[in-house]
């Protein structure tokens, strides 16, 4: 019989809890186990001392046996000073998959055809295309510029002229009323205004 020293899942939804045990490698990871050595909580902080307990004392009877540690339970038993374990190699770590490779050789790509259509168009005749957008955006400026003088001059000829035409007709109505209607009027407003101001 294959026996080895792995863990064992317990805890509730995102909050696992991890025992330390020895168990037949044929049965299931949370299933029956034949000696329980420590516990392993991975939400305690790393310099926790109760983030790994283990019974140093049993796994070395079971390691003597000839149980096979886990790589997660080789690091514990490392770390505890038991059984020294060897570092391991990976160069392929971290380099990227296929697909990130694929999507970092087409960004390169765009990037260079960018690249020479901006040295293309830096290499092209400057004045085509520096007039081009000018000449666009200059009839708009200048047929706004050029109404807006005109409705400042529309706005400010209406009032004077309105002021022209009424000018003329109270001083038609001045020259008609005689001397003593005005002098009769003048009493009336200035009694209109006192009782206003009562």
Do not use: C
């Not at 025992?19 to 050595?37: H, K, M, Y």
């Not at 290499?123 to 000018?134: G, I, L, W």
């Amino acid at each position: 019989m294959a026996v080895s020293i792995r863990l064992s899942r317990g805890g509730s939804k995102k909050r696992p809890y991890y025992r330390i045990v020895v168990a037949d490698a044929r049965s299931p990871r949370d299933g029956n186990f034949i000696e329980r050595l420590g516990s392993y909580n991975p939400l305690l902080a790393k310099d926790d001392a109760n983030r790994v307990v283990l019974n140093v004392e049993r796994a070395k009877h079971w390691l003597g046996v000839g149980a096979q540690p886990t790589d997660r339970v080789a690091r514990f038993l490392d770390a505890a000073g038991v059984r020294e374990r060897a570092a391991r190699n990976n160069p392929n770590k971290g380099k990227p998959g296929e697909k990130a490779t694929d999507r970092l050789e087409e960004q390169q790509k765009k990037a260079a055809e960018a690249a020479e259509a901006a040295a293309a168009a830096a290499a092209a005749p400057a004045p085509e295309v520096v007039e081009e957008p000018v000449a666009e955006e200059a009839p708009a400026a200048e047929v706004a510029a050029e109404e807006a003088p005109a409705e400042q001059a529309q706005a400010e000829e209406a009032p004077a002229e309105a002021v022209a035409e009424e000018a003329p007709v109270e001083q038609a109505q001045a020259e008609e009323a005689p001397a003593a209607e005005q002098a009769d009027a003048a009493p009336d407003a200035v009694e209109e205004e006192k009782t206003a101001e009562a």
